[in-house]
């Protein structure tokens, strides 16, 4: 099993959570996060005055996967979450090496 995780661009969630749901993804979670890569933030003006924000607004969506999904889950989320611009986020998988639901003690593949 795989856990895939990806930093995204906020107003990309909605379109990424249906890309996914129609690759029969059953489950992801999402969190609401601040950032920053290579752009190093940004500067914004506010009432004239010119501030640096050097953590940026980002969504970071977790989903566990077994191993025969990943290539079809990477490429969906890659494609879903471009915006072709500096600052569209990162994927990364890291091994799952158990999981178990709570509720039943299904382990493993069942259990996601």
Request: glycine share 8%; proline share 2%.
């Amino acid at each position: 099993m795989k856990l895939v995780i990806s930093i995204i661009k906020p107003f990309k969630l909605e379109e990424i959570r249906e890309a996914l749901t129609a690759l029969g993804i059953e489950g992801l979670t999402v969190s609401e996060v601040r950032g920053y890569g290579r752009q190093k933030g940004q500067t914004e003006i506010y009432r004239g005055a010119e501030y640096t924000v050097n953590f940026l607004p980002k969504v970071k969506i977790e989903v566990v996967i077994t191993d025969d999904r990943l290539d079809s889950v990477l490429e969906t989320i890659q494609r879903t979450a471009s915006t072709g611009r500096i600052g569209d986020g990162k994927i990364f998988v890291m091994d799952v090496e158990k999981a178990v639901r709570i509720r039943t003690g299904e382990v493993d593949a069942d259990a996601i």
